[in-house]
């Protein structure tokens, strides 16, 4: 199946630690290679190598880390006689379109943009481009296969470390629960789409706030709860620790690596 990704945002929340100010999120490090590569990294590892990246902000960057890509950066290889002699590849067999979807358009926009190059795809799989998690992605895609649904969306549980505070009259104090305990969920950001999701795409309009709740509202978009590890990379922390994680060795989104 194809895989949208959506890498042209600003990324204001993580600005402070953009040298120049100009780098687009998706492209952060976290370990050796950039955020957008371990999300591909994900989808590669369960056969889906076909990727259309939606660029806008910063989208030189994301071009230029493609069109030199090092093998050598994350995968071991011999030296011999002046030439590199790779023992395993990244990204040889995966196909990149990189198409330029508008400096400022709407995730929705941008996924408008790019429908020629589904062609006649029943089904695609769409992403932020910021999130790693171990979710079965197999599972996902069975279970909304199976269904005739028009859009699945993982959610996942809120990861805020806010107190909801039960308050009674008078002030008094029932109850203090953790956000994360309570029976709520998330939009976790990875999408299986069908092409019905166009049909209620507005020009300039959201995946999510116009698509997936008009499908909501018609009975068509279902939900994979996932408790396993997720996690948004949103702000310079975020990002931070993830790059330590990878450091230490803690790498549960990196499947491929097992």
């Not at 993580?14 to 950039?34: E, F, H, I």
């Not at 880390?65 to 023992?87: A, I, K, P």
């Not at 995966?94 to 508008?102: A, H, K, P």
Request: charged share 25%.
């Amino acid at each position: 199946m194809k895989v949208v990704l959506f890498c042209g945002g600003r990324g204001t929340r993580m600005r402070s630690d953009l040298p120049g100010g100009t780098m687009p999120k998706p492209m952060q490090l976290v370990g050796p290679r950039p955020l957008v590569w371990h999300v591909m990294r994900y989808y590669a590892h369960f056969g889906h190598k076909e990727f259309i990246l939606c660029l806008g902000y910063g989208a030189q960057h994301i071009k230029d880390f493609f069109l030199t890509y090092q093998e050598t950066g994350s995968n071991d290889f011999v030296l011999r006689d002046g030439r590199v002699e790779l023992l395993s590849t990244d990204i040889s067999d995966w196909r990149i379109s990189l198409i330029d979807t508008g400096l400022d358009a709407t995730i929705g926009e941008r996924l408008r943009r790019v429908r020629p190059f589904l062609g006649d795809d029943e089904m695609f799989l769409a992403n932020y481009a910021d999130v790693l998690t171990d979710a079965p992605l197999p599972d996902i895609i069975a279970r909304f296969a199976a269904s005739d649904a028009g859009a699945s969306m993982m959610v996942v549980p809120p990861t805020n470390t806010f107190h909801v505070v039960d308050v009674g009259e008078g002030g008094q104090v029932g109850a203090i629960t953790p956000v994360a305990e309570l029976p709520l969920w998330v939009n976790g950001g990875f999408f299986v789409l069908r092409q019905e999701v166009f049909e209620h795409l507005p020009r300039d309009g959201d995946l999510v706030a116009d698509a997936c709740a008009e499908l909501a509202k018609r009975g068509r978009l279902i939900a994979y709860p996932h408790r396993g590890y997720w996690r948004p990379s949103d702000t310079v922390n975020q990002r931070l620790e993830l790059d330590s994680a990878w450091a230490r060795g803690e790498r549960p989104w990196a499947l491929w690596e097992r």
